[in-house]
């Protein structure tokens, strides 16, 4: 079962590719949202107010997988598309790479146009610090104070790490755990004589 998957903790150097007197300065993001996607590309479009394409590719997700491509004015896939294949080349997801062209006065025609969009992801990927990463099954447990003992050898028995951790009149965790794990763990916590444990989306 593949349970980890890679992508870059931060946004990569920016990076520039000239051709024929165009240039195309790349840049990758890590992003969670479309919501991020926006305000990374309008922070470059801040950053390079009189470039000519902001052209870009985006892939999110682990299992069930989202991607776009944009050519932003340049001819029908001959920029979104080479920049996605660099994403799927280095197999990386929760990830935009765009690739920002001044035009230089040359036509590139669509063949040199797809090299050079793909040459510039190529090598802004090549600048990223890509990382694995587990997928994750977040669960939430609601037990007694009287269980804290029990839950806590469980989850320093497999390792689980605790995202959320509420103390009221009863104890209240949200537990991130590694995919393959999931069922043993939800099995182990099951057993708990009145903890309640239930999978969170």
Not at 2 to 12: C, L, M, Q, R, V
Request: hydrophobic share 40%; charged share 25%; net charge positive.
């Amino acid at each position: 079962m593949k349970d980890t998957f890679k992508t870059i903790e931060k946004a990569s150097k920016r990076t520039l590719f000239k051709e024929r007197g165009s240039k195309f300065f790349g840049y990758a993001f890590p992003v969670l949202s479309e919501d991020d996607i926006k305000n990374a590309l309008e922070s470059l479009k801040n950053k390079h107010p009189t470039a000519g394409h902001f052209c870009y590719a985006w892939q999110l997700g682990t299992e069930t997988i989202q991607f776009r491509v944009n050519d932003n004015g340049e001819p029908k896939n001959s920029a979104g598309m080479p920049i996605y294949g660099q994403l799927q080349a280095f197999d990386v997801t929760n990830v935009l790479v765009v690739s920002v062209r001044y035009f230089g006065g040359t036509k590139l025609g669509v063949g040199g146009l797809a090299q050079a969009y793909k040459y510039s992801a190529q090598i802004t990927l090549e600048a990223s610090e890509i990382i694995s990463k587990t997928i994750d099954v977040v669960y939430e447990i609601k037990f007694d104070y009287d269980l804290m003992n029990k839950v806590m050898r469980i989850i320093k028995d497999h390792d689980l790490k605790i995202v959320l951790q509420k103390l009221d009149l009863k104890c209240e965790y949200h537990i991130a755990v590694r995919k393959k794990s999931a069922q043993q763990v939800f099995e182990n916590f099951e057993k708990l004589y009145k903890l309640i444990i239930t999978k969170l989306e």
